[in-house]
């Protein structure tokens, strides 16, 4: 029985997961040697070798540029200090390097250790006072840029088959601004050709918040001041979140409401937000004007020209961000996102952004995006190969889709769709959609579109997934062969066993509710909720298991979305079956 608690629950481990841990273990030259240690602030001698003489961040025994190729280092939890930096790690060689996060069961060495270091406790938060200004260029634009050999970056506080939709694991890059007139950084995790291999697993990326939205500016109609905190109500509902700044302007009187790059505190509903202000306490207004302070796209994890060098990300939580949270740009060989989540996402008036991006060269794959929770995003589409990108072997499988129910954070919509495969010389090959859950994305139709420019599917294959709420589903202009798919409140498609209720269908997910829905809640909330979400077309590995853990067709029904329905998996409190409906089924 899986809780619905929350979305951390401990569950066998996935084989998908294993696939990725044995891929890494077999890549030539990742070796494990000796292990040092590090802490915000150091030690003693600070020579890494035991707790009582901690490395001050990545600085002097463990400068980043001259780590020692198979060696382990071991960040303690805590912040500030030498943790404050931009890093470039160009460490010559091959051989794999690890950065880990020191928990009490694993951490290097016995010899001064502390709890106080335990990252479960207290994440190793990496930050950077560095500000991004388009006069920058090159790697000073990175909080962590990496340029040479292997690297593996392990949080170490994650349970397999777990998405940490709330973030916290044990290693965070906090890319949010502290201070009014700074900006995150370009790009929290950037890794350059030179870099051999990537595996990066339970970390937390925490963007610099939603900057520049469309609509902009808005027209405040009130506007109160309590304990240098200013309350602003707009006209029209707003887009920003904590960690967001904005320009206040064109208040009148006295009250020390206009500034610029105001750091946003609070959402308080679709119309409210909290800045910090220097405003007088009690005064109020009813005029002036808001906007987003920074109308450009930041990048939260990304790659470029890599060759055929392997990536892998799982588990990684990418929040708030400020642009696209994964960017793949000039080629990589096999590219995996896995169990991992992104929260919030938006456009500006002259960014689109997306969650995750292949532009601008070849990528042969596999590249998988599987068992990860995409919510409240807008821009172009959430996967998007584009600008003569050519991608194939296009593995996307057990992933939720969705926006909060009534979109309570008043995102824009996807301008493309769900998937994109777009402009002149994009070609998107062998592309495998299966078992994914869609749901409550209705703004604009959803689906896969390949119009945009010239972009070209081929081979796409759809199936066994489930489409609530999204408006309508296209196949693109070159075509998708959808097969068990299931469509509820969906113009859908009309593929082989697939089922459209257009109208009149019951939410069938069990706790789906809420401004940021449990990933666990999608799952279906019994087996016979709607007879066209149990009757899937059984598929071979690696889609075997759901994002759980729960073997798909266990008890001889393979259910469709991203879920395997589990005996025992508490039920909403009222389900009503939808009467005076009209349903097809191919």
């Known amino acids: 029985m899986n809780s619905m608690a929350n979305s951390t629950v401990p569950i066998m481990r996935n084989s998908v997961s294993l696939l990725m841990f044995t891929a890494f273990a077999l890549i030539p030259g990742i070796a494990f040697g000796a292990c040092h240690v590090i802490t915000p602030s150091g030690a003693g001698s600070k020579s890494g070798s035991d707790w009582n003489n901690a490395c001050g961040g990545f600085t002097g025994s463990c400068a980043a540029a001259s780590l020692t190729r198979g060696d382990a280092y071991y960040v303690g939890g805590g912040s500030g200090g030498n943790y404050v930096n931009s890093t470039s790690f160009s460490t010559p060689g091959s051989t794999n390097i690890s950065i880990t996060g020191a928990t009490a069961s694993d951490h290097c060495t016995a010899t001064g250790w502390s709890s106080s270091y335990d990252v479960s406790v207290t994440p190793a938060t990496f930050s950077t006072n560095l500000a991004w200004s388009s006069n920058t260029s090159g790697n000073n634009q990175q909080m962590w840029y990496f340029n040479s ?3 593996t970056i392990n949080g170490n506080t994650c349970t397999a088959n777990t998405v940490y939709q709330n973030g916290e694991q044990g290693i965070k890059f906090d890319g949010s601004v502290t201070s009014p007139g700074s900006a995150s950084p370009m790009t929290e995790l950037h890794f350059d050709s030179g870099v051999t291999s990537v595996s990066v697993n339970c970390v937390d990326v925490l963007g610099g918040g939603i900057q520049s939205a469309l609509g902009e500016p808005k027209s405040i109609s009130s506007l109160t001041c309590a304990g240098g905190v200013a309350t602003a109500t707009t ?4 887009q920003y979140n904590p960690g967001s700044q904005v320009n206040i302007s064109g208040v009148g009187g006295s009250g020390g409401f206009n500034l610029s790059h105001g750091i946003v505190a609070s959402r308080v509903n679709h119309n409210t937000f909290t800045y910090l202000a220097a405003c007088t306490n009690g005064a109020s207004a009813s005029s002036g004007t808001v906007d987003g302070a920074y109308n450009v796209g930041f990048l939260d994890v990304h790659t470029t ?3 055929n060098a392997p990536a892998t990300f799982e ?6 961000s400020a642009g696209t949270p994964f960017q793949f740009d000039y080629g990589a060989g096999a590219l995996t996102v896995d169990h991992s989540a992104v929260i919030r996402y938006t456009n500006t008036p002259t960014y689109h952004a997306e969650a995750v991006t292949y532009c601008c060269g070849t990528f042969n794959g596999p590249n998988i995006v599987s068992n990860s929770y995409f919510l409240d995003g807008a821009g172009t589409a959430e996967l998007v190969p584009l600008y003569h990108a050519v991608l194939s072997n296009w593995e996307v ?4 889709f969705a926006y909060a129910q009534g979109n309570p954070n008043d995102q824009d919509y996807f301008g493309n769709g769900l998937l994109s495969c777009i402009n002149s010389g994009t070609s998107c090959n062998t592309v495998s959609f299966y078992n994914n859950t869609c749901a409550n994305i209705n703004r604009a139709p959803t689906g896969f579109y390949d119009d945009q420019g010239g972009g070209v599917w081929s081979n796409f294959s759809s199936k066994n997934n ?12 070159t075509g998708v062969v959808s097969d ?3 469509f509820l409140n969906t113009a859908g498609l009309t593929g082989t066993g697939d089922y459209v209720l257009a109208s009149g269908a019951v939410d069938p997910f069990a706790a789906d509710s809420g401004v940021t829905p449990a990933f666990l809640g999608f799952q279906l909330q019994s087996a016979s909720v709607d007879l066209h979400l149990n009757d899937g077309t059984a598929l071979s590995a690696p889609y075997l298991l759901d994002p759980a853990g729960n073997t798909r067709g266990a008890g001889g029904a393979w259910d469709r979305g991203a879920f395997q329905f589990v005996t025992g998996t508490p039920p909403p409190t009222s389900v009503l079956p939808p009467t005076g409906v009209t349903a097809t089924a191919q």
């Open 149 to 151: 050999g292997a690297w």
């Open 235 to 238: 006209s029209t509902p707003h």
């Open 305 to 307: 020209n890599l060759g």
């Open 315 to 320: 588990q990684v939580t990418i929040r708030e």
């Open 397 to 400: 499988f057990g992933n939720v």
């Open 466 to 477: 489930v489409w609530y709420n999204c408006g309508g589903v296209s196949g693109g202009t």
């Open 484 to 486: 068990h798919d299931t």
